[in-house]
């Protein structure tokens, strides 16, 4: 008997709830499957399966065998799969889940350094929204979240993290002025996500604190209504290019026009929300070689502490 072939066909007739479904799967005879099973049951000498005409039960010796037999089988399918991956690079599809911004400013920008590393490894980027906890469905998420805690079952490394500065176009400030203290903000018409717009206020703290121990290190201000709010961070970083007002926007968001110019950082002692960054995937013994690498390479790209790498 091949007690191997024997678990295998056993737990599949399981998955199926059926011989002849896991026939099918494991494109074997149906009268092959049937062998194997009582071959099983008289080399164990008990009964794994009660089966009518109609359906199959396991007994509870069969339960308990399943157990195992699964965990010997999953066993085996990682122990092959780091062994395959150590003698051949690492390769095959991918699936990530990504916030539509962070994908938009900083993935792409880094995705011919990851292809030129990795050829055989080919990227599907789904970016629906906002992503604060890991998805099943995809191998790697990028997670962003504030002051919350991570939830969920799934393994997550640290990136980086972002901070929320104050911006705008220059040709904004010459017309409207640079507001020197946080309550100068008021006067300025805002551009905001639509979390912040929502709360009606918004909170900042100073960077790089006063050496005088009784100077202001946090400010709330009670927002008028924006002249823009919006989920869609690409939308504000647009209105705050083209001149409409003071925009929240992350860092990672804002890195390349504040380089260019093309924006310039109001209030730079001053910070508000920092969002956490992480890959995340869920949770399971076995990663492949290509979700390690891809992990990795964001870790090694973004520095994989809570600085930001951004300002």
């Known amino acids: ?20 479904g896991a026939a099918r799967v494991l494109d074997l005879a149906p ?17 794994l399966l ?9 007994t509870e010796i069969g339960e308990a065998y ?17 062994a395959g991956a150590a003698n051949s690079a690492p390769g095959g599809p991918l ?5 539509p911004a962070f ?26 929204g906002p992503v604060d906890t890991a998805d099943e469905n995809f ?24 901070t929320f500065i104050i911006c705008a176009a220059p040709g904004y400030l010459e017309r409207r002025g640079r507001p020197q203290q946080p309550a100068e903000l008021l006067n300025h018409q805002a551009l905001l996500p639509a979390v912040a717009a929502l709360r009606r206020e918004l909170i900042l703290h100073r960077q790089q604190p006063d050496s005088d121990p009784a100077a202001c290190n946090r400010v709330t201000l009670a927002l008028q209504p924006p002249v823009l709010s919006t989920s869609q961070l690409d939308l504000i970083l647009a209105a705050a290019l083209a001149g409409l007002g003071l925009a929240g926007l992350p ?38 070689a290509r979700t390690r690498a891809f992990i990795d390479f964001l870790v090694e790209t973004y520095g994989g502490t809570r600085a930001d790498p951004w300002l």
Request: proline share 4%; aromatic share 6%.
């Open 1 to 20: 008997m091949d007690q191997l072939r024997s678990l295998r066909v056993f737990s599949q007739v399981i998955t199926e709830g059926s011989f002849a």
């Open 31 to 47: 009268a092959v499957v049937t062998r194997a099973i009582t071959d099983l049951e008289q080399h164990l000498g008990a009964r």
């Open 50 to 58: 009660n089966r009518t005409t109609r359906s199959l039960a396991l």
């Open 66 to 82: 399943l157990l195992r037999a699964r965990r010997l089988l999953a066993e085996l399918e990682e122990a092959d799969a780091e």
């Open 95 to 99: 699936r990530i889940l990504c916030p």
């Open 103 to 128: 994908a938009a400013h900083q993935l792409a920008k880094q995705l011919p350094r990851f292809h030129a590393r990795y050829p055989g490894i080919t990227l599907e980027i789904a970016t629906p």
């Open 139 to 162: 191998d790697v998420s990028i997670v962003s979240i504030g002051q919350q805690a991570l939830q969920g079952d799934f393994i997550a490394r640290q990136l980086a993290c972002s």
């Open 251 to 288: 860092s990672f968001v804002a890195e390349q026009a504040l380089r260019e110019g093309h924006l310039e950082r109001v209030l730079p002692d001053w910070r508000g929300t920092t969002l956490s960054l992480y890959a995340a995937m869920p949770t399971r013994k076995h990663v492949p």
